[in-house]
């Protein structure tokens, strides 16, 4: 089992920044692969963003791609995604999310495990 705690969401104006964190527990975090999804009111929960196990590899949303950046530190067994530029259409609950295959992953159903989320409001 793995529990994840995001943190990091909040206000900001369009143009500003966040940057969110996911501490992971239970499991090796470094044989997880990491994923960043959000979900605006009355839409499917979406993909942003998702990190190999060993951080080399990521990809990201043509939405996000040049102004969100995921990364993250085994040792410290978190994940993080740094949030430029942000635009009023970023606006949603964004959940932190755990893969135990290994595969950088785009869809929902390929994760095993999720956080609680954290909201991300932009104004304009």
């Known amino acids: 089992q793995v529990q994840l705690v995001e943190s990091g969401g909040g206000l900001v104006q369009a143009g500003g920044s966040l940057r969110l964190s996911c501490a992971a527990s239970g499991r090796t975090f470094s044989m997880l692969t990491m994923g960043w999804f959000r979900q605006a009111p009355g839409e499917e929960r979406e993909f942003v963003a998702a990190?190999?196990?060993?951080?080399?590899?990521?990809y990201y949303a043509d939405s996000v791609k040049g102004r969100f950046t995921i990364s993250r530190d085994n040792a410290k067994n978190t994940v993080y995604q740094q949030m430029n530029s942000l635009k009023p259409e970023d606006t949603a609950v964004y959940y932190c999310?755990?893969?135990?295959?290994?595969?950088?992953?785009?869809?929902?159903?390929?994760?095993?495990?999720w956080g609680q989320g954290t909201q991300v409001t932009v104004s304009s």
């Open positions: 999310a755990a893969d135990r295959d290994g595969e950088v992953a785009v869809n929902v159903r390929d994760y095993d495990y």
């Open positions: 990190i190999s196990r060993s951080g080399i590899i990521t």
